[in-house]
């Protein structure tokens, strides 16, 4: 370290000053830029290196457009007179309602209903007393029908999903990063209900309602969650590679060490290491729990599957959690390096450059 920053490390009074004007101006609950730019600030004034620059990150990728992400499935058409066939499996109503002119513009939520029930319902009949009363060219349409419907069942339900504009808004780039009082509780517990629904799509011994399908759709419409999450990992990963950019050439020496504690200590610090852990603790939830609903189906889009390894993965070294979880701990490295040279008399920039 060269003389003018040793002479400045012997001035904490200067540096514990600055400290309380950022304290002063970072009242009430700013949003997650705020709070970061007030968390670098106060770490490089302690450290007496110049604030990095905080220029937004890039936004987050597209999502697939619908054609890329829904499967092709073929329109099931069976005549008046062979769906009348067939009452005796109870589909003769279920069919007329989905073939109404609601029917026809029902949202994909009620779309997903509809196949789950009519699946269910030619399974039952098959399996039961009414498939013996039917005739012998019944009985084989019955068969041949529920054949199609359970091959086309897992296309279908991620359709249904892929077509929802509830799931498909949580992935909208007209988003901000997750603000610090976000709760995605209600919205994770929706998730895991289509989870559910995914799991038990050919147990007919759990059977979804409308009112908690629609009701788990309705919470994931508070947010975007999805993207908001991306975006602050994108933020919080640029923020903490470019601190730790500007503090590799700083360091410390015992003289100063209160005025690093004071930095650490102070409430704008404090409330961007909170802001960090708690990202980290919401991100890890909120991307297991889409993972793990996109991991109940036996098949995938391309498109989605290229979307999920770039943006959603929690393992591929280039997607936004793993980054912020290498940033993360790359940076409390570089503090805890600094604090140990605070400790140790003759301690000098050279030994902490890369401390990470």
């Not at 196949?115 to 009414?130: D, K, V």
């Not at 892929?162 to 992935?171: I, L, N, P």
Request: aromatic share 6%; net charge positive.
């Amino acid at each position: 370290m060269g003389t003018d920053r040793r002479r400045a490390w012997r001035r904490p009074g200067r540096v514990l000053l600055g400290l309380a004007l950022l304290s002063l101006s970072g009242c009430g609950d700013p949003a997650a830029d705020q709070r970061l730019a007030a968390w670098q600030a106060g770490l490089a004034q302690a450290l007496d290196v110049a604030p990095p620059a905080t220029p937004s990150p890039p936004n987050i990728g597209a999502f697939p457009e619908r054609d890329a992400r829904l499967f092709p499935v073929a329109e099931t058409r069976e005549g008046l007179l062979d769906v009348y066939a067939l009452r005796r499996c109870d589909i003769v109503k279920l069919v007329a309602r989905r073939n109404s002119q609601l029917g026809k513009v029902a949202p994909a939520s009620q779309r997903w209903l509809y196949e789950l029930t009519l699946w269910r319902r030619l399974q039952a009949c098959w399996n039961g007393p009414a498939a013996q009363a039917l005739a012998a060219e019944d009985r084989q349409r019955l068969g041949h029908l529920l054949e199609r419907k359970t091959r086309q069942l897992p296309r279908v339900s991620w359709n249904a999903l892929f077509d929802a504009e509830e799931w498909v808004g949580t992935f909208s780039r007209a988003s901000s990063p997750l603000p610090p009082d976000a709760d995605p509780g209600r919205a994770l517990a929706a998730l895991a209900y289509l989870r559910r629904m995914v799991v038990h799509q050919f147990d007919p011994r759990w059977t979804p309602t409308s009112a908690d399908l629609e009701g788990h759709l309705k919470a994931l419409r508070q947010a975007p969650f999805t993207a908001e999450v991306l975006r602050a990992l994108l933020l919080a990963t640029q923020r903490l590679e470019d601190l730790d950019r500007q503090l590799a050439g700083a360091a410390c020496s015992p003289d100063n060490a209160a005025a690093l504690n004071a930095a650490l200590a102070s409430p704008a610090v404090r409330r961007g290491h909170a802001y960090l852990a708690r990202l980290a603790e919401q991100g890890r939830r909120w991307l297991t729990a889409v993972n793990a609903l996109l991991d109940a189906y036996p098949l995938a889009r391309p498109a989605v599957t290229r979307y999920r390894r770039r943006w959603l993965s929690l393992d591929a070294p280039a997607a936004p959690w793993p980054r912020f979880r290498v940033a993360l701990a790359r940076h409390a490295a570089r503090i805890a390096s600094l604090r140990r040279d605070c400790a140790t008399p003759g301690a000098s920039g050279a030994s902490t450059a890369d401390g990470a």
